[in-house]
């Protein structure tokens, strides 16, 4: 992953994995509500910020929880991430059926025209 600037609050973490389809049995709503709370009370440079947002730093600090929750490498997330990053997202849409009075223009009875 490049160093850009995240900002991710506990909503946006919790859609990532969701999306990335790295949800299992270890890595649940509930663990990542609270790896997502280690990783922003983590100290990461200096000191350690008072907001409801992750970092970079803190990002990667939630990562690494991840990883070793799940018994895997942090480059493992990594790679996962990155490849739905270059997928796009995941649009998930319901597609509108064929209704008779708004599709067949031959049941309008308005006069559109104008008078």
Not at 5 to 17: E, H, I, M, Q
Not at 21 to 41: C, Q, Y
């Amino acid at each position: 992953l490049a160093e850009t600037a995240v900002d991710l609050t506990s909503r946006n973490f919790v859609k990532l994995f969701k999306d990335c389809e790295l949800m299992d049995k270890k890595i649940t709503l509930t663990f990542l509500d609270l790896s997502f709370t280690k990783a922003k009370n983590a100290r990461v440079g200096r000191y350690i910020a008072e907001t409801k947002r992750l970092n970079y730093e803190q990002f990667l600090v939630a990562l690494e929880l991840c990883a070793k929750e799940k018994s895997v490498s942090s480059q493992y997330y990594h790679d996962k991430i990155a490849a739905h990053a270059e997928a796009g997202p995941k649009v998930v849409a319901t597609e509108a059926g064929y209704n008779k009075f708004h599709d067949d223009k031959s049941t309008f009875t308005a006069n559109l025209r104008g008078s």
